[in-house]
Every structure is written in C-alpha cells, then in structure tokens.
C-alpha cells in the first residue's frame, strides 16, 4: 500500500517562506508524476505545482516565480519551496503521485498540511 505523509506546513508572515515535504512509502514505480495540490477556504481543491521523475515541472499561475517543486527520485520524495508567500496561499497542502500501470491509474493522496499566511 502506497502512503503519503506531508510535513512542514505552518503559521507565517506574508512575505515569508516555507518549505513543504512529503516522503512516500511502498512500492512505487519509477516513472510517475509528483504534485502539490491545494485547498483554501471554500475553494476547490486546486493544482499547485507538478513534477515527473524526469524532472518537468508545471506550475499554476497563481505561484510561478515563487514556488519551486523537486523531487529526489532516490527517496520518491517531492518538495515544495514557497516564497514570498501571500495570504492567498493560506490552505491545506496535499501531495499527491500519479501513474499508469497496464492502463490502470494509480493515484494516491497525503492527508493534508496546513498552511496559513497571515496579512
């Protein structure tokens, strides 16, 4: 069984930075996509930043030139460096991996981390 855990989530100031991880268990392959989705207050869940094993990232608009996503495909395990934060960017933090296997996708989800920009 694949499991996500997210860490890293926290109070800041606008104009502040965090750094988000997440770290995965079991057996994954070693082609997938890695992304950071997020969910504000009464919002829907949204892409934030996406990243695959080689190394492509994908950034929603709302966060380009001050986010960065990585990932150490040794550990299967993706970051999310977030810069001169907003409170905007106040939401619940959720990673994610993604794959195909004979046709079937494989999809799986952390729980969440908060983060929380304060103006």
């Known amino acids: 069984q694949v499991q996500l855990v997210e860490s890293g989530g926290d109070l800041v100031q606008a104009g502040g930075s965090l750094r988000l991880s997440c770290t995965t268990s079991?057996?994954?392959?070693?082609?997938?996509?890695m992304g950071w989705y997020r969910q504000g207050p009464g919002k829907q869940r949204e892409l934030v930043a996406s990243i695959t094993s080689g190394g492509s990232a994908n950034y929603a608009d709302s966060v380009k030139g001050r986010f960065a996503i990585s990932r150490d495909n040794a550990k299967n395990t993706v970051y999310l460096q977030m810069n001169s934060l907003k409170p905007e960017d106040t939401a619940v933090y959720y990673c994610n991996i993604l794959w195909w296997q004979n046709m079937v996708k494989n999809d799986y989800w952390g729980q969440g981390t908060q983060v929380t920009v304060s103006s």
């Open positions: 079991g057996s994954i392959p070693s082609i997938s996509v």
